[in-house]
């Protein structure tokens, strides 16, 4: 017995001479791995181009957006390695502009994905607050008569002053309430009406309706259209496609146009309309989150409101510091011009008399 004992003890003495200095004796410790951090990302060195190609914005968009959010993005606690203001912003930026969500956005900042999740709402939410700042209905007659008159410069329609249109925006439904969801396509969506003006700006945005709803429906619960029904606007148009019903301030164009004048009122409706068009398509090329090819926002349909309020924002402040777009513009495909007329049915049932008698005295008289 005193034989094993002893040769138990050389074994154990022969293991501890074998292992690294470090690790030798009862009172040995781990060693302590070295954090490593990442590099935070800043625009410093990044060239005019580069910067918009990657946030969209150029460098004074970005710096003035930062100065009107950074109290709601400031940390509470400041220590070494606190994520700043600009690095929270610019993350988000990367995120809406490449589509990449948020495995992406966060190795770019140099933060973790979790960090990134964590304040992802935040800045949402704070980019929010600038909401009447960026995105005003012209309520004055003054700006009323210049929309009008930048309208009508466009290719003659008279009294028009915004162009309104709805686009559906692919997301991953609740399973509770995904029938709600499915738009007429069986795709899962929110629909989302946009209100511009000749430049491009949008000037009202309503994302919070599921796919299911129709276009109508929507304007018939928008403030703007009460607005319009209380005369707040005069003798100003919208104009619409024939998802929406024909109003004495909505004008849509003729389904089977038979005379000349029907046929030039529709090529001046068509012209005039195209610019909510292609707002649209400058969204879904600015900003690929919303673009299909980049599939369905995983996010809930909440957060997806509070995505598509954003990109309005942001889109309006590239409009008005003229920003450029850095892909070709983008043109309308003839699958959208079809998804309009095949909801036509339900815009024709909310025709008005009065809003006919207004659509045929604009095409007797103008064209």
Sequence with gaps: MLL???ARRRRAQQQQQQLPQHQQGPQRQRRRQERIFRTRTTLHGLREHDIIQRYRLNWQAIQQLLRNIEPQLAPNLQTPRTVPAETKLLAVLHMLASGSFKKIGALVAGISQPSFSAFLPMVLDAIIRLTPRHICFPNTQQKQQETKQGFNLINGFPHVFCAIDSKHVRLVPPAATEHLYRNRKHKHSINVQAIVDHQGLITNIMAKYPGSVHDSFI????TINQHFQDGRYGNGLLV????????PWIMTPFGNPSTAAERAYNEAHRRTR???ERTFGILKLRFRCLDITGGSLLYSPEMVCKIILTFAILQNICV???IPLLEPEPHMPEEEEEEDSGHQHEGDQQNTAAGLHRHQHIVNNFF
Excluded: K, L, P, T
């Design 4 to 6: 094993i004992q002893r």
């Design 219 to 222: 304007f018939r619960h928008c």
């Design 240 to 247: 619409a496609d024939q998802g929406y019903g024909i109003q």
């Design 274 to 276: 195209s610019i909510v």
């Design 320 to 322: 008005r510091r003229n």
